[in-house]
């Protein structure tokens, strides 16, 4: 079984690094089993293609409207993922749309797909996350761990 985690986000852009900084707390406080890849996808849209072609099962993580609270934890799967990614903002829709769409035109779409998002409160030029998103960057993770619990992952703390 391959699973793929993996953040999309832009560091440079306040809460649209929420994806980027999840997977960073993932690598800094987890060690992971063979067969789990934990990637930074950043803003590399249709380049994370081999990523997502050697996934069964893909954990996305991002900031994405969803006219909520801002830093309200939310989880969608499915092909409730693509048809989020058609009808709300998000600085990676087109790219997430694509890249989905294209792996499941060539045949290797994950036969599972979860996304774990958080409202952004902000995405403005800034290095930091607003403060709703930040606190919410904990719920996010264990959130994420109990995500892969349930897929029968079973992750060490790092030392």
């Known amino acids: 079984m391959n699973i793929l985690v993996l953040g999309l986000g832009n560091a440079l852009m306040s809460d649209d690094a929420l994806g980027v900084c999840a997977v960073e707390r993932l690598q800094r406080d987890y060690r992971f089993p063979d067969g789990v890849k934990v990637?930074?996808?950043?803003?590399?849209?249709?380049?994370?293609?081999?990523?997502?072609?050697?996934?069964?099962?893909?954990?996305?993580i991002d900031a994405?409207?969803?006219?909520?609270?801002p830093g309200?934890?939310?989880?969608?799967?499915?092909?409730?993922?693509?048809?989020?990614?058609?009808?709300?903002?998000?600085?990676h829709q087109m790219g997430l749309q694509d890249l989905l769409a294209v792996a499941d035109l060539q045949g290797y779409a994950p036969r599972e797909l979860v996304f774990w998002g958080?409202?952004?409160a902000s995405i403005e030029m800034k290095?930091?996350?607003?403060?709703?998103?930040?606190?919410?960057?904990?719920?996010?993770v264990d959130s994420v761990v109990k995500e892969l619990k349930r897929w029968g992952v079973m992750l060490d703390k790092a030392a």
């Not at 309200?72 to 600085?91: H, I, M, N, T, Y």
């Not at 290095?127 to 719920?139: C, F, G, I, K, T």
Request: aromatic share 4%; charged share 30%; no cysteine.
């Open 39 to 60: 990637v930074d996808g950043g803003t590399l849209g249709l380049d994370l293609l081999p990523f997502i072609e050697e996934a069964d099962r893909a954990l996305i």
């Open 64 to 69: 994405l409207e969803m006219q909520a609270e």
């Open 72 to 91: 309200k934890v939310f989880r969608l799967e499915g092909d409730e993922v693509p048809r989020a990614f058609a009808s709300k903002l998000s600085v």
């Open 118 to 120: 958080v409202q952004p």
């Open 127 to 140: 290095m930091e996350l607003s403060p709703p998103v930040a606190a919410a960057l904990d719920e996010l």
